[in-house]
């Protein structure tokens, strides 16, 4: 048993479909086809594990028999605890080890194919933007979507011209003296702005400050304004709109 590997998933837009294809089997095995699913975990037979392939799939078999395999193996015998734990807690804890076996089958393919640095990050992002199978078979996921789309909305509603974009003074947007939009949600809304000094990314762990005249935004460092010192300006010009002379 090889897990069902793909002949030659040699970048990383094939490894992570390969890994959405077996992500794919493995949670409907959990969730729509989880009374067959169950069925077949049948705690006397022999050590059996839960496969996923990339054409999403799923299959509960014995392991391989070849050593080393193919590609890494699933967890060993799920089939034994299946009538010792609530059905809850057994679907989670294999959920549990069905993640960690995705993971090990992508990077696995990021070895083989002597992904670098970069690749093996890209990938890694790719696949945490993803919920895990855990947090699909326990609900989080459709939880901490509607939270997300909630907040979305509130912040839509709320919106003005002084705190729709990043605050002048600090990476955190201040709504008043008490309440602080979350950290994770500003850095999401701006990562696509860039310096209008030197062109890089806005960072969160870095102070940036905006131009009140053409309201771009500066790392405080490219224009040499501190925090300390931006508490003190009132109105903000960038070095382009001090330098412009009024027309006569």
């Not at 839509?156 to 994770?184: A, C, F, G, P, Y």
Request: proline share 6%; charged share 30%.
């Amino acid at each position: 048993m090889n897990g069902g590997a793909p002949t030659s998933p040699r970048t990383v837009d094939q490894v992570f479909r390969d890994f959405m294809g077996r992500r794919g089997g493995m949670i409907k095995a959990l969730t729509t086809d989880v009374d067959e699913f169950y069925q077949q975990c049948d705690p006397d037979k022999e050590n059996l594990c839960l496969y996923g392939f990339p054409t999403e799939q799923w299959e509960v078999n014995l392991p391989a028999e070849e050593v080393p395999p193919e590609v890494p193996e699933p967890t060993l015998g799920i089939n034994f605890a299946r009538d010792g734990m609530h059905e809850k807690d057994w679907l989670s804890l294999v959920a549990v080890h069905s993640d960690a076996w995705l993971l090990s089958v992508a990077f696995y393919f990021g070895a083989r194919f002597g992904f670098d640095k970069a690749d093996r990050k890209r990938l890694f992002n790719m696949i945490n933007d993803l919920p895990t199978i855990l947090e699909v078979v326990s609900g989080a996921a459709r939880k901490q979507s509607k939270e997300r789309s909630s907040v979305t909305h509130q912040n839509s509603s709320n919106k003005t011209k002084s705190n729709s974009k990043m605050t002048k003074h600090s990476k955190v947007q201040r709504v008043d003296d008490d309440e602080e939009v979350d950290e994770d949600e500003d850095e999401d809304e701006h990562s696509d702005t860039l310096c209008g000094a030197c062109g890089e990314n806005y960072a969160s762990d870095e102070f940036w400050i905006c131009c009140d005249i053409c309201e771009r935004w500066f790392h405080g460092k490219c224009v040499k304004i501190t925090p300390a010192r931006a508490e003190h300006i009132k109105q903000y010009k960038c070095p382009s709109c001090s330098n412009k002379r009024p027309r006569p």
